[in-house]
């Protein structure tokens, strides 16, 4: 069932450089509307990674380095880590260095898997669900898409947003395709392992899982 999300993954996100208008890429920015926050951030990781195309062919970990700089500062990944241990443990038992070491490795974790991800370019079209600035006490939102594959189904996708405690920044912290929530498998996958190893152990075999070369998934036999 990942391999499956993996693919649906890399099929919207490779399509939103072909329906947003070009932003600067000079510096991190923050967002009150996220619905302009994913157009930013779609628009400037897609532009890179069809810029720089001839260096990714040449050496794919080119991938890993546009992940961290362009799509990183726009996840929750300390949010999405902590959702990711549920109910393993009690947070407020957790020692902070090891929920940071964590958090840390979790997210290099990811980093890899989606730069193997974004291997697969290709040139298809996303709609995205017209939406209107969240009223003040929304936390959370979901930004509903849909994404056309010539001579394939439609592929329906859903972003899950969190605004933060003390601004108004949103950030992307999960990702639904056709039910399947990246979290919720991730947390499916761990939770036993953090239960039975700690989250020391389990922070090791993700760090290790994270220096894999960057390679395109399996595809489903």
């Known amino acids: 069932m990942m391999k499956k999300l993996f693919g649906f993954i890399a099929a919207l996100a490779l399509s939103f450089a072909q329906v947003v208008q070009a932003a600067d890429s000079t510096a991190t920015q ?7 926050m994913m157009e930013f951030l779609a628009d400037k ?121 003390n601004n108004n920044n949103w950030l992307v912290y999960d990702m639904v395709a056709e039910g399947i929530s990246l979290l919720d498998s991730k947390r499916s996958e761990l939770g036993n392992l953090i239960k039975q190893q700690g989250l020391n152990s389990v922070a090791g075999l993700l760090k290790e899982k994270a220096k894999a070369p960057i390679k395109a998934p399996e595809k489903n036999k």
């Not at 009223?135 to 849909?146: D, G, H, L, M, S």
């Open 30 to 36: 923050t967002f009150d509307d996220p619905y302009k």
């Open 45 to 165: 990781t897609f532009q890179r990674i069809a810029r720089e195309q001839a260096e990714i062919k040449k050496n794919p970990e080119v991938l890993r380095t546009i992940v961290n700089e362009e799509l990183v500062p726009y996840i929750d990944s300390g949010y999405a880590s902590r959702y990711v241990i549920g109910n393993a443990l009690k947070l407020n038992t957790v020692d902070k260095t090891e929920l940071a070491n964590f958090e840390v490795a979790f997210r290099d974790y990811m980093v890899g898997t989606y730069a193997g991800v974004f291997t697969q370019y290709r040139d298809q079209k996303v709609i995205i669900e017209p939406g209107q600035k969240p009223e003040a006490n929304k936390k959370i939102i979901t930004i509903k898409t849909r994404v056309i594959d010539p001579g394939k189904p439609d592929i329906n996708i859903e972003f899950k947003l969190k605004k933060g405690k």
